[in-house]
């Protein structure tokens, strides 16, 4: 292991140890119920980036239903409500005809609290700017390459440059204007230096906004399904060692996939893990009921052992073992617990990681 990650790995540890004896923590928490839902409209995309394994999914298109996605709010508040992402496994949300009012509806329920999308920014403007900033988001990631034609074409592979230009400069002059701007999030997934991406004389008229910009420095293989990258960009380095601990993947939430199946996971190395990860159907069982069933208690006790699935095995970016006695996890635990009890937690305030609905 390369001494810099011995040296995170050691410290980690002791960050452990550490947290571990404080008093206040509450691990059965996170077995009892989800902290947050993921909904996959749509694994249809309009785009064909060169880090993503839409073109390698084994699932046939699908649109989520209207009953699906009733059914998935209805069970959801059923346990207390919490954050819900849109974003899907691979694809993007607002192919879906009935994108906006759903998250419409998801927006005028009391039970849900913040509401987050990705999105490769393409459909923003389908019905209208600011039909899209009123929904109800909370926060807006916008994934693009950068602001040069020919970079977001090796990358997106696709011609819509100049509309997903336009977009996004339309996008944040609109948010600029609003009393309760919703957080709008640039990720970058460029082949040059995020300073040259900057420089792009396309980004000028962003600056005024100061946006927020996460950039990807690495790029996960997807269990091997993607082999190559352009020049400029670079795979995750393994996972060193084995995975001894659960991920903390399958103790955040549950993802309700367009055709209704359930998985836990929604990150797009699970694209093709039906056998592994899909953990019932959502019209067969209430989330409460898969949350706390058999398969996914199985599949939580598998880590540690020769029986790990081999999608689990082969993340190489987003495996991260959960600690359930962190600052993080401390907070989650205490607002879940509140949900769990029946109060209404809606909370203010940008979200502090791009991922992560906290």
Known sequence: MPLKKTIRAAIQSCQDGFWKILPGSDPAIFSERPYELHLEFTNLCNADCVFCPYSQQNRPHAFMTD??????????????????????????????????????????????????????????????????????????????????????????????????????????????????????????????????VLADPDFAPLRTHNPAISFNYTYANSGGLIKDLPPGMVFEPPY????????????????????????????????????????????????????????????????????????CQACDMYYAPVDFHSPKARERASVSRRRQAGEIVRRRGAMTEEWLLD
């Open 67 to 196: 009953e699906i996605f009733a059914k998935s709010l209805s069970d959801f508040v059923a346990v207390g409500g919490g954050p819900v992402d849109i974003t899907p496994v691979v694809g993007d949300a607002l192919i879906h005809p009935k994108a906006l009012e759903w998250v419409r509806r998801l927006r005028a329920t009391p039970q849900v609290d913040r509401i987050a999308m990705t999105t490769n920014g393409i459909l923003l403007a389908r019905e209208g700017i600011d039909a899209v900033l009123d929904a109800g988001f909370s926060r807006i990631n916008i994934s693009t390459a950068g602001f040069e034609e020919a970079m977001y074409r090796r990358i997106y592979r696709n011609a819509m440059y100049r509309k997903v230009r336009d977009n996004i400069y339309a996008l944040y002059e609109a948010n600029a204007l609003r009393a309760d701007p919703v957080q709008l999030v640039l990720a970058i997934r460029a082949d040059k230096p995020l300073e040259q």
């Open 240 to 311: 060193p060692g084995p995975k001894r601990k659960p991920c903390f993947q399958i103790y955040a939430g549950l993802v309700v996939r367009s055709n209704g199946d359930v998985q836990v996971c929604g990150c797009e190395s699970a694209v093709n893990a039906d056998e592994a990860l899909v953990v019932g159907h959502i019209l067969e069982s209430s989330l409460a009921e898969i949350w706390q069933g058999e398969r996914l208690q199985a599949l939580r006790q598998s880590f540690g052992t020769p029986s790990l699935n081999s999608n």
